[in-house]
Every structure is written in C-alpha cells, then in structure tokens.
C-alpha cells in the first residue's frame, strides 16, 4: 500500500511519485486524551468508551472505511500528580483518568475490519517479557497480522507505586533493560518454532513436531527464562514495532528495535534535526534510513469552509480544560505550572523540579521556535489544552492538507498519529474531507478494491510480502535457523566494576 505510481504528464514523461502520508488516528481508553474538556461537547462520544463495545466498533469501521493505516492506542499505568503536587486535578479534569485496558476492544474491532491495523502500548517495566509474547502472539493470530506494538518504558512514580515499587528505574537503565526485553521476545517470537512445526497429522496422532519447537534458555541481567514460546508463529511473528521519544538513550533503542517512531513536536524546525539524527543512527546500525518510519503528533480541525473550521475550534477553546492541559504538561515535563506567579514568564528545562519524565518532550517543549518564540505558563496552559502541545491545524481539507505537506517536507515526516479534538467528530472530519483531498494530490493510497487480499501491519508500511521483520533489523539475528544461545549474564566483580566506571 506504500507503492506510488502517477501518471504520464501531457508531454508523455513520467511524474515524480509522490510519497504516501500514513495516517494513524490517535486514541487512548479514557474521556480526555490530548484535549481533556471536550468530553462536555454534546457531539463528543468520548464518556461512552467504558459503557460498552458500540463506541470501538463503530470507530473501526469508520477508520477501515478511511483507509486509515492503524488505530494507535495510547495507555498509562498511573495518573498525573505533579500539578499542585497531587492526583486531585487529574481526576477531577478528566485528563488522561480514569483509563481502560487497550487490549480488551481490539478482538471486537478487528472482527468487524480487514485491513485496520491496530497499534497497542505496553511497557517494558511491568510484566515479564513472556506474559507480552503471549498476548501479543494471540492477537496477532485474531486479528490475522494485524497488530503492532507500540514499546513504552515507564516512568511515572504513581505507576510504579501501583505495582508495588517506590521508584521507578533511572532512565537510561529503563532502555539497557528494554533492550534485553526485546531480545527476549526476539527469541520467544522468531527462534522457538520453525514454520512448519504445525503438523496437523490425524493418522500419526500429532499436532505439532516437539524436534522443531526449541526451548529458549535466557540468563540475562534482568531477565531469566526457560521455555518455548507457548503460541505458534503468528502471521507476523513479531508485531510492528512502534517507540517514542528522541533523547540520547531513546534514539539508540529505537534505531536499535523500532520500525516507526513516534514523535510529538510543536514546530517542524525543532523536529528535523531530531529525525535526521534518527535516519543517520540507522545508517550506522546498518539499517536503511527511510525504512525507520517517523509519526508526528498532528491535530487537524477540519471544515467545509474556512468559517466552519474556525467556528469548530472556537467552540473547542470554549469546551478546553485549561487545567487538564496543565496537568498533563506537568506530568510530562516536570514543570509544575501552578507555582508561577508570574504567568509571563519564560520557562526553561532548569523549571523541570521532577526527576521522572519524558526528556525528549521536556526539550521539545522549551525549545523556542518560529511558531513560539517563548514557552511560558500562559502559552502552555493554553496550547496544552487542545492537542497536547503538538500542531493544531484548522482551515478547509486543502490548508490541512498544505500543512501536512509542509512537515513532510520540512522535517522528514513519513506520517502523522491524528489526534482527536471530539470523537468521532474529528475521525469523521480525517475520513470524509482530508482523506478525499490528501489522494487528490497523489499523497494517499486508493481505497482497496472488493475482494482484496488483507494487509498485515507490516505490508501495510512496507509493501505486499514484507510480513516479518526486515533483514536488516536486529530481529532477525534471533530466526530459528540462525540462533545461537548466549552465555548466560555474568555480574561485574567489584574490581571489573572499577575498571569500568573509571573508563566512563
């Protein structure tokens, strides 16, 4: 779906193809995701997601009917309390809480599309790495190929105080640890089962051929394991594999393991360098740059005429919850806003008083731009309140599509993670006017044809064939034709541990 080809020009030469936008549409299982307050809107269906299955089903047909690329679910384990220093505004906002399990109404969409893939956040920090194989292995199976992973390594306090620990892990030893998560789930995922181990014999009595499951054995630093993988090779084996963030140790696991990153930044010059440093890590790593697919963060507010777009997101500053913009903008960066007298006043990373962040966001949003020449508490509460500090576009199909085109241009982008402003309201507006608009200007794949062979998640990126991961992602050092066990975890004695401190 990723192929482009454009007709002969009236002098008979060929066009340049244009590259394909992919569009996933942003959603999260709670009533304010990135623009907390507009559940009070009445069109707003966003209060619905707990009641029942009607508000995910109906979602999915109308993306699959759009031709979107993915349904990208957002998830968290912990809410926001370092605005004012407690929980209280994010519950009473609605910002980001109370939030559902994103596993439970993948089965009903899938059943009710062919071709909408579907993007889950997990973390790496609180469940063994066989617990995530096997659910994700079976979803893959369900949903026929269908699924990727969106890797998140956590660390909200709040998040790990629900499971027990006081603290979460230091930031950088979360990516040393994801990185051997994944190798794991490398192993259980690609090297446990050849294709045909599936047998299905009736007259010699055997499902499956024990000489072609392996047992993996995994003695690591954080991780210990002996067992074959307990679900046989889904469609994909591994599903599509999604990260977020641009600091230092985020940028090497996702040029490391991801196929796509997803970014959040308020201006496409910020952007750039930050996607050219990812694109020139990969080369390094021996991957092929344009393979690393980039998703900005994206609002559009889109109307049949200029008037309406504006009259919609009039409508949508009078519904914003200025204080659940803050809440989250806090949780985020560590900048708690509440103790500014001065809401004029120029924030800096400096502000960020909360050891437990995201970094990469904390950047991008101090950084000045053309857009913002200063970031203050009075910018921020009121960009934070609609599209979570990312680009809001609002004009007629053609200015949004125009802006699209621009932070393709500028900063590298192959696609964009559209959030919504009210549901399904903003979904709608994406299918019915800018989908239409974006294939007018050759920038979108056609609708696919009655009676079409299904898409995975993985051809939907790369092309038709391209189930598994690519050959020259890390990945595939772990299929079972090539795996060899690794030694088992040996810890540093204390001199080596000198040695080693004394060299960094």
């Not at 992973?149 to 629900?162: C, E, G, Q, R």
């Not at 490398?186 to 009736?202: E, F, G, M, R, V």
């Amino acid at each position: 779906m990723t192929d482009t080809h454009e007709p002969p020009t009236a002098n008979g030469t060929a066009q340049i193809p244009k590259k394909h936008i992919l569009l996933n549409a942003f959603d999260m299982f709670t009533p304010g995701h990135l623009s907390p307050g507009q559940w009070k809107n009445p069109s707003d269906r966003s209060t619905t997601k707990f009641e029942s299955l009607d508000y995910w089903i109906n979602l999915a047909k109308l993306l699959e009917k759009g031709g979107i690329n993915a349904l990208f679910l957002a998830d968290t384990y912990g809410g926001y309390d370092t605005y004012e220093g407690s929980l209280d505004e994010c519950v009473r906002r609605g910002a980001q809480w109370p939030v559902g399990d994103p596993v439970i109404p993948i089965s009903a969409m899938a059943a009710v599309t062919k071709n909408l893939a579907f993007g889950i956040t997990a973390s790496t920090s609180f469940e063994p790495p066989f617990l995530l194989a096997k659910r994700f292995s079976t979803l893959d199976h369900l949903t026929r190929g269908r699924i990727g992973w969106n890797i998140v390594t956590s660390w909200k306090k709040s998040a790990f105080k629900a499971i027990g620990l006081d603290n979460p892990i230091e930031h950088d030893q979360r990516y040393e640890q994801a990185d051997e998560y994944l190798r794991v789930l490398y192993k259980l995922w690609n090297a446990s089962w050849t294709p045909s181990a599936i047998q299905l014999d009736p007259s010699s009595d055997i499902y499956s051929d024990p000489s072609q499951v392996r047992q993996i054995n995994h003695s690591g630093k954080y991780f210990q394991l002996s067992t074959p993988h307990i679900v046989p090779p889904s469609p994909q084996r591994t599903p599509f594999l999604f990260q977020a963030g641009t600091s230092s140790a985020g940028s090497e696991f996702a040029t490391t393991h991801a196929e796509a990153v997803f970014v959040s930044s308020h201006s496409p010059s910020v952007l750039a360098p930050k996607v050219q440093k990812l694109r020139e890590l990969a080369r390094q790593k021996g991957r092929d740059p344009a393979s690393l697919k980039v998703f900005a963060t994206f609002t559009p507010i889109v109307g049949r005429t200029e008037e309406e777009a504006r009259a919609k997101y009039e409508e949508a500053r009078k519904n914003a919850s200025v204080i659940g913009g803050s809440v989250l903008f806090a949780g985020w960066t560590g900048i708690d806003i509440s103790q500014f007298a001065d809401l004029d006043q120029e924030i800096s990373v400096s502000d960020s008083k909360e050891k437990n962040k995201i970094l990469s966001i904390l950047d991008n949003f101090t950084t000045p731009s053309e857009e913002v020449p200063r970031w203050t508490p009075r910018v921020v509460a009121e960009r934070a309140a609609i599209g979570g500090l990312g680009p809001v576009a609002v004009g007629t199909a053609e200015q949004v599509a125009e802006e699209m085109e621009r932070w393709v241009r500028e900063a590298d982008v192959d696609g964009f993670n559209v959030a919504y402003v009210t549901t399904p309201g903003t979904f709608e507006e994406v299918v019915k006017l800018l989908v239409p608009e974006l294939r007018r200007r050759g920038l979108y794949p056609e609708q696919e044809a009655e009676g079409a062979e299904a898409w995975t998640a993985r051809e939907k990126v790369y092309g038709r064939g391209q189930r598994g991961l690519r050959e020259d992602h890390v990945g595939r050092k772990y299929d079972w034709d090539v795996y060899v066990e690794e030694e088992p975890f040996k810890a540093p004695t204390e001199e080596e541990a000198r040695e080693e401190n004394a060299e960094a």
